[in-house]
Structures are given as structure tokens and as C-alpha cells.
């Protein structure tokens, strides 16, 4: 089965870039699924961050399109997120998602462990 | 985008049913049929338990159920039981982007 694995940073600088990349195990990043970007500061809620399909076509949350660019690299079978400009408010849980066809539309059906990423100098 | 609006936290009795609301708008909840729903236990990833409004992935127990009227989606969990004591989130399609709810915390008395 499909297995997802967060890695990056933990530690970024204010107004730097936060760097992550979602590695994908088990299945073909090419396959017919979108691949989100979820993040929960802590003690928060969940927030959608963006997705992008295998073939680059992306989709971002309009209150933070400006700072995030999400890419693919098949070759590798992952893809990464980078939010820039960052502050202390993006201190949070970063995950990685596959978002799946089910019934009419995509779900988010498997997710990653997680990586916690603290913006702080 | 706003977060969809959910109750701070519900509780019952074991055996008990409870019911999770999610308020949106005509913009999201409201004007899609792609709602779904996602358990959190603490310091791990959410599940997800419903997706279009009311099916179960395979999985996941037919105590669990969703709905939704107007701009409002809803879960219950029937019979609750003591491992259901955990974060439930909403989530809605919303025009190219997802939106989240604000989070209820379910518990177990």
C-alpha cells in the first residue's frame, strides 16, 4: 500500500523558505491522484496548504498562494513544498497527502507521519 | 476562504450517540457534495472516516455516519465507544481548494 514520508528542515530562519519534500512509496506518483500539502500549528486545526497532479497542475489555498509553490519530480517519486517568507506563524506540523478518487470526488485517503517545522531565529 | 465553523468539543456516555455540525456557506459545504470527514487522535495523522457527505471508506465502522441540509454537514457517531475519544475535522471542497473545519474534540465521558 501506498506509504508517505515527510523530510526537511526543522528549523527555519524568519523570512527564509521553508523547504519540505514527500517522499511516495508503494505506488506511482504518476498514478490518477492529486498530493496535498496539509499543516496544523500546534494545539490548531488542520489547514490545506495546496496539491499538485503528476502531470504539474497545481491548486493552492488563495489565502497563502503568494508564498507557496508545490513541484513534482517524478523521477524520484516525490514532491515538495516551498512557503516563503515565513514567520512565526508558520511554526507547525507539516503533512504530505494523497488525495484519491473516491465516489465523485478526491479524498485525502493516506497521509504521512508528519514533520513538525519551528520558524524561529 | 474561512474555516467552516464546528463546535469546541461534544461528549457522551458510552453506547450514546453524538452529532458533529459544520456550518459553511453556499460557497463550499453548500454548493458541492464533497464533504468529508477526518479523525485525529493526538500526535498523529487524521483519518479519514466519510467522504462524499455520507459514504464510509472500507474500514471504517457503520457507527459512523454523515449528512448534510443547506449550508450544514453533520457526523454522528452511534454507540460511541471509548476509542472514538479523539479531534474530528471537517473538510469541504470549495472551488479548486479544500477548506477545513475548525476542529470539535470528542469525548468519551
Known amino acids: 500500500q501506498v506509504q508517505l514520508q515527510e523530510s526537511g528542515p526543522g528549523l527555519v530562519k524568519p523570512s527564509g523558505t521553508l523547504s519540505l519534500t514527500c517522499a511516495v512509496s508503494g505506488g506511482s506518483i504518476s498514478s490518477s491522484n492529486w498530493w496535498s500539502w496539509v499543516r496544523q500549528p500546534p494545539g490548531k486545526g488542520l489547514e490545506w496548504i495546496g496539491e499538485i497532479y503528476h502531470s504539474g497542475s497545481t491548486n493552492y489555498n488563495p489565502s497563502l498562494k503568494s508564498r507557496v509553490t508545490i513541484s513534482v519530480d517524478k523521477s524520484k517519486n516525490q514532491f515538495s513544498l516551498k512557503l516563503s517568507s515565513v514567520t512565526a506563524a508558520d511554526t507547525a506540523v507539516y503533512y504530505c497527502?494523497?488525495?484519491?478518487?473516491?465516489?465523485?470526488?478526491?479524498?485525502?485517503?493516506?497521509w504521512g507521519k508528519g514533520t513538525t517545522v519551528t520558524v524561529s531565529s | 476562504q474561512s474555516a467552516l465553523t464546528q463546535p469546541r468539543s461534544v461528549s457522551g456516555s458510552p453506547g450514546q450517540s453524538v452529532t458533529i455540525s459544520c456550518t459553511g456557506t453556499?460557497?463550499?459545504?453548500?454548493?458541492?457534495?464533497?464533504v468529508s470527514w477526518y479523525q485525529q487522535h493526538p500526535g498523529k495523522a487524521p483519518k479519514l472516516m466519510i467522504y462524499d457527505v455520507s459514504k464510509r471508506p472500507s474500514g471504517v465502522p457503520d457507527r459512523f455516519s454523515g449528512s448534510k441540509s443547506g449550508n450544514t454537514a453533520s457526523l454522528t457517531i452511534s454507540g460511541l465507544q471509548a476509542e472514538d475519544e479523539a479531534d474530528y475535522y471537517c473538510c469541504s471542497y470549495a472551488g479548486s481548494a479544500y477548506v477545513f473545519g475548525t476542529g470539535t474534540k470528542v469525548t468519551v465521558l
Open positions: 497527502a494523497r488525495g484519491r478518487q473516491l465516489g465523485y470526488y478526491y479524498y485525502m485517503d493516506v
Open positions: 453556499s460557497s463550499d459545504v453548500g454548493g458541492y457534495n464533497y
